[in-house]
């Protein structure tokens, strides 16, 4: 059922060399990628790495692959990450795992962005998913109703009865904006309103994609634009 995931993250491990700081992405296809990073740490590898949620810092941990905190990194050579949505031009969607903070700074402090998806996320334009929005919990309400003048219908993202806490302490809300024609507009409207943190859109972070498929193949795209990097 995961061969499209497992074929993308595996693929993406083959670009580590030694020496080098990885990032390390979240959620279920970044998971394939450093289950094999563990094995190949495991066989001699050396490389360290820095994780984009406390999910990936335990997965991490588990395969006991060197952590460093982000404190210590100055930039990162490859970052390997998932995404819920990435269209034509390697804009993507992220945050359904809640990691869209750090993913971002990890993202944008990486030499190389590697996009790892199986091919059901491949969309001609983003939107589909909701977009995930980071908030403050403090005057959320406010947050929440200038998402609604902006027609976002956003929901509060809960576990149960309760909402969904971010590793930074933070809130999410779930937009829909159904078809996304500008992003970058977008991205930089959503950032002007007081209270939100980050949002799930990442505009030319992306540097190469790699597209699994359920037969166990894969496709890569390299990105034509220049990736948006501060380091
Ligand atoms: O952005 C993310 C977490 O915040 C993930 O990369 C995204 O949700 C994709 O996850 P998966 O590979 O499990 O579909």
Known sequence: MDTGKRAAGERAVEFIKPGMTIGLGTGSTAYFA???LGTLVRNGLSI??????????????????????????????IDIDGADEV??????????????????????????MIVVVDESKVV???G???LPVEIIPFAWELTYKHLVDMGANPKVRHIGNTPFVTDNGNWILDCSFNQIQQAEVLHAALNDIPGIVENGLFIHYATRLIIGYTDGSIKEVTSPYPAKKFF
């Not at 269209?87 to 700074?105: F, N, S, T, Y």
């Open 34 to 36: 450093i289950k094999r």
């Open 128 to 130: 589909r998913f909701p």
């Open 87 to 112: 269209d034509g031009q390697l804009q993507l969607i992220k945050g359904g795992g809640g990691a869209l903070l750090r993913e971002k700074i990890i993202a944008a402090a990486s030499r190389e």
């Open 124 to 126: 001609e334009t983003l």
């Open 48 to 77: 360290r790495a820095v994780a984009t949620s406390v999910q990936s810092e335990l997965l991490a941990s588990e395969e006991q692959i060197p952590l460093i905190p982000f404190s210590e990194v100055e930039v990162i050579d």
